[in-house]
């Protein structure tokens, strides 16, 4: 089973609106992140935040975790077409296994 | 260029064969790990190796192997025995710990 769980499985919103999902996971966590990913190529790094912190930006990204609810978002602003693409979130445990989740589809419509 | 390289990119094998996946790295990155994908999921973990010698079964260890003789190389083999070896492979590296993952550009495997 995998450790986190997107939500929601897809997205479409217009160009210059704000995107954001929802990741959950399951077992304690050293840190989190999120990747984007576009059709059929490998993996790019967005951000990662560690168990000790509760948010983080990087650029028109704005990450928060909750760790009491083993739970994390992404906000995308002002969003883009190049943003179209799909996005996990991922989880490295204290035992250095990363695991990552479904994944959600953003389309973002010109 | 430092980086992570996958080969070959697209790869047919015929049912009952083994196939080896190549995985290098030249980034002095102690952890390496195996993702496969399949069309519209997400990433499942296969094996993982935090260090030269060793390594760790993921989520769907079964019909695959690996072996981590040196710190850049991960290769996988999809054995015969995974019954169901199409899919989108990945392949990963990070330093040890608490750092962002570089993944390659991924392996397309295809069984006829």
């Known amino acids: 089973s995998q450790q986190g769980e997107e939500d929601p499985q897809a997205l479409s919103i217009q160009e210059g609106e704000n995107a954001t999902m929802n990741c959950s996971y399951k077992?304690?966590?050293?840190?989190l992140q999120w990747y984007r990913q576009n059709s059929g190529r490998g993996l790019v790094h967005l951000i990662l935040i560690r168990s000790n912190e509760r948010e983080k930006h990087s650029g028109r990204l704005r990450v928060t975790l909750d760790t009491s609810k083993k739970s994390s978002s992404l906000l995308i602003t002002a969003s883009r077409a190049a943003d179209t693409a799909s996005y996990f979130c991922a989880t490295l445990s204290n035992d250095y296994k990363l695991s990552f989740g479904a994944g959600t589809t953003v389309t973002v419509r010109a | 260029d430092g980086g992570i390289t996958q080969s070959p990119k697209y790869l047919f094998r015929k049912e009952g064969q083994n196939v080896t996946l190549s995985c290098e790295q030249n980034?002095?990155?102690?952890?390496m790990y195996w993702y496969r994908q399949d069309p519209g999921q997400g990433l499942r973990l296969i094996y993982y190796?935090?260090?030269?010698?060793?390594?760790q079964k993921g989520d769907i260890a079964e019909g695959y192997s690996v072996s981590r003789e040196k710190k850049e190389s991960f290769p996988l083999t999809v054995t015969s025995a995974q019954k169901n070896p199409t899919a989108f492979y990945l392949c990963?590296?990070?330093?040890?710990?608490?750092?962002?993952?570089?993944f390659g550009q991924g392996t397309r495997l295809t069984v006829v």
């Open positions: 077992t304690s966590i050293n840190n």
């Open positions: 980034l002095n990155h102690d952890a």
């Open positions: 190796s935090q260090i030269v010698n060793d390594f």
């Open positions: 990963a590296s990070s330093t040890k710990g608490d750092t962002e993952a570089f």
